[in-house]
């Protein structure tokens, strides 16, 4: 079984930063993609940001100059490092884990609860 548990979240004035932390633990074998993803009121979920196990990062315009992704192998660990928040960024931020649980399998997307940041003065 596979866990991917986000954690981090909270009340932040604009303009102000934020660490997310995202763990995946259990049967892994090997994880391939990480990412954040965010769905606010009434909207779609949307990308936020990925990393590959390679290092190699991908961010959602909105984000971007902004929001930094960054990953510990070791430690099957994703950060996303938020800063210069706005209200608009304003979300329950959820961790995707791509991720083969053994050598046999196939990967597959795995998600966390999510996590709520709210930016408001």
Not at 50 to 77: E, L, M
Not at 78 to 101: F, G, H, W
Request: glycine content about 10%; some cysteine; hydrophobic content about 35%.
């Amino acid at each position: 079984q596979v866990h991917v548990v986000e954690s981090g979240g909270g009340l932040v004035q604009p303009g102000g930063s934020l660490r997310l932390s995202c763990v995946a633990s259990g049967r892994i074998f090997s994880i391939n993609v990480m990412g954040w993803y965010r769905q606010a009121p009434g909207k779609e979920r949307e990308l936020v940001a990925t990393i590959t196990s390679a290092g190699s990062t991908a961010y959602a315009d909105s984000v971007k100059g902004r929001f930094t992704i960054s990953r510990d192998n070791a430690k099957n660990t994703v950060y996303l490092q938020m800063n210069s928040l706005k209200p608009e960024d304003t979300a329950v931020y959820y961790c995707n884990a791509r991720i083969a649980p053994t050598w046999r399998e196939k990967f597959d997307d795995y998600w966390g609860q999510g996590t709520q940041v709210t930016v408001s003065s």
